[in-house]
Every structure is written in C-alpha cells, then in structure tokens.
C-alpha cells in the first residue's frame, strides 16, 4: 500500500522561509514523478512544483518560480519542498502528490497517490 507522509508545514511571517517534506513508502517513485500541490478552501488544487529525482528535472508554477526549490531528499523516496520569500497568498494546505511515468503534469487527476496535506500558513 502506497503511503505519502507530508512534514514541515506551520505559521510563518510574510517574507519568511519553511521547508516541507514528503516521504513515500510502499513503492519506489526515483524514476516517477513527485510533486506538490496545493489548495484553499472553494478552490480546486493548484499546482506548484514536480521533480523526477533520477534525471533531476523539476517543474514549477509561474506563481513560485525563483521562490521555491524541490529537490530530492536525503533519503530514497523522500522529496522537499523549500518556500523562500513567503507571500499571504501562499497559505494553502501543500499536498504532496506521485506518479508512474516521467511525464512532470500540473494536471492534479493524472496523480495517483496522495497525502494527506500540512498546512502553512503566511501572516502578513
């Protein structure tokens, strides 16, 4: 059974940084996509970043270009999110979010795997 365990979310002041942590288990993703996602209540999930970790190719949001950065983590099948510069605008809950293939889609649908969401939230 496939498990995605975030980590890392919490209160920030505005211009702030935090780092988010994702890590899977019951199956390996370093040849697939892992991304995250995030939402506020009444919208639909957005996307903000994705990372195939054995060709190191990354994705982002024009939203977090230049302020966020995912990378792999230490440990196999873990991947981080850090958030530079943090915006009001950026409080969501941030889902991490697999899938088979190499195909880095911003599309939440063509996710398989989910978890359960962190919440950060920016104060101004």
């Known amino acids: 059974q496939v498990q995605l365990v975030e980590s890392g979310g919490g209160l920030v002041q505005a211009g702030g940084s935090l780092t988010l942590s994702c890590e899977a288990s019951?199956?390996?993703?370093?040849?697939?996509?892992m991304a995250w996602f995030r939402q506020v209540p009444g919208k639909d999930r957005e996307f903000v970043a994705a990372?195939?970790?054995?060709?190191?190719?990354?994705k982002y949001a024009d939203s977090v270009k230049g302020r966020f950065t995912i990378s792999g983590g230490n440990a196999e099948n873990t991947v981080n999110l850090q958030m530079r510069t943090l915006k009001s605008e950026d409080t969501a809950v941030y889902y991490c979010?697999?899938?088979?293939?190499?195909?880095?889609?911003?599309?939440?649908?063509?996710?398989?795997?989910w978890g359960q969401g962190t919440q950060v939230t920016v104060s101004s």
């Open positions: 979010a697999a899938r088979y293939g190499n195909v880095m889609t911003s599309m939440a649908k063509f996710y398989d795997f």
């Open positions: 019951g199956a390996a993703f370093s040849r697939d996509v």
């Open positions: 990372i195939i970790r054995s060709g190191v190719q990354t």
